[in-house]
């Protein structure tokens, strides 16, 4: 059992080397918290904003990245978010997809969301070009990075999420299969929701104020007027290796992350919800260390903030690889705008955090998340 001391993170000896959850394990929200059993099954396809971006978490997700095979072809991309659209409006209220092979699998829809983002590649048509915001570029290169070509960046992206995963799966079939000529699903991500992460940590407490939202997470069509009402997606896949981190003790891990294990309180306070406060020292020393994952994720201007959404991830590990586990954080952040509001969280992470050391992102991919359909997805993009 590894012990580490508070002077030792305070000194650097861990972190410096490493890799990190990366703004990820100050958690999911309390407003975009797990499910209730008492929440309805249904959640709205039409309206301002997609739903799942800031609906209440569901258990199950599933993100497909898929690319264009013709991504200078405009029309067809059109085609395929009017097809999406019919699909998703009947599936996400219990009804069977236009071209549904198993129409018994859509009776419950779970909270069903089924939301769309376009990658870079997506506006490399010339009529689309213009139109592409000035903040859908890829995240600079951020020092702790290990990032795998199968986990990058594709053209689109869509978000499935749901209670149920007979009901994901189904659905996940349906957003693939009609688009089987036009597109080449490149990587799928799937995930679980719980109130913690594969590390035992709490994972929900840091989020924006949900009367902030259309300030720091919706789009206000001021850069690119077809946007309004929608927002960005910074995906990344960060690998959690559990080995190393059981070798820790409990002291060593509340240190790294500068909250307790059980219940989330910062060091500093009782209550997940409690206040850190980073200049209360004990015997000389910080009580919550500067290289601790919260000290470094708190935001320094009022701009960083943005929508966390991360589910766990438990695969296999790939065969002959002798590890033990392939298990991770599949991170989501939206904001209305990455480079101002996630890269400065980011960068900081990755410059130095405790938690480097047992973590490394190996996947990322940046999506503008199209606004709410009145008629279909991307409606304003191509009016």
Request: negative net charge; glycine residues 10%.
């Amino acid at each position: 059992m590894t012990r580490v001391s508070r002077r030792t993170l305070l000194t650097g000896g861990i972190g410096l080397a490493g890799i990190g959850v990366g703004a990820a394990a100050v958690g999911v929200g309390h407003e975009v918290s797990a499910s209730t059993t008492d929440a309805p099954s249904t959640l709205p396809f039409f309206g301002e904003h997609q739903s799942g971006i800031t609906t209440p978490m569901q258990s199950h997700v599933n993100f497909i990245g898929l690319d264009l095979v013709d991504p200078a072809d405009h029309r067809v991309l059109q085609s395929i978010l009017r097809m999406w659209s019919q699909d998703a409006a009947n599936l996400t209220q219990g009804r069977p997809g236009f071209s549904d092979t198993e129409p018994e699998l859509a009776g419950d829809p779970s909270r069903l969301s089924i939301a769309v983002g376009l990658g870079p590649g997506a506006f490399a048509s010339p009529a689309l070009a213009s139109r592409r915001p000035g903040w859908l570029t890829p995240l600079p290169d951020f020092a702790i990075d290990r990032l795998r070509p199968e986990w990058g960046q594709t053209d689109l992206v869509v978000a499935v999420a749901c209670d149920e995963p007979m009901t994901l799966a189904h659905t996940v079939r349906l957003v693939i299969a009609p688009v089987r000529t036009r597109t080449r699903v490149r990587w799928m991500q799937q995930g679980f929701h719980h109130g913690r992460n594969l590390f035992g940590q709490v994972d929900g407490t840091v989020q924006p104020d949900a009367r902030r939202y259309d300030d720091l997470v919706w789009n206000d069509g001021r850069e690119q007027p077809w946007m309004a009402g929608g927002t960005s997606l910074v995906l990344r896949r960060i690998a959690m290796n559990m080995d190393t981190w059981e070798s820790l003790d409990r002291h060593g891990r509340e240190l790294s992350m500068g909250r307790t294990l059980d219940n989330g309180a910062p060091l500093t306070g009782s209550h997940e919800t409690d206040d850190p406060v980073f200049t209360a020292t004990s015997g000389g020393i910080p009580v919550i260390p500067e290289s601790s994952h919260i000290a470094r994720a708190h935001r320094r201007t009022d701009r960083e903030q943005f929508l966390r959404r991360p589910y766990s991830y438990d695969v296999p590990p790939s065969p002959g690889s002798g590890d033990t586990s392939d298990s991770g954080l599949i991170f989501a952040a939206y904001q209305r705008d990455p480079v101002v509001q996630y890269v400065p969280v980011q960068q900081r992470l990755s410059d130095h955090d405790a938690l480097n050391e047992w973590t490394t992102p190996i996947g990322s991919a940046v999506y503008a998340m199209l606004p709410g359909p009145r008629e279909y997805l991307g409606e304003t993009l191509f009016a």
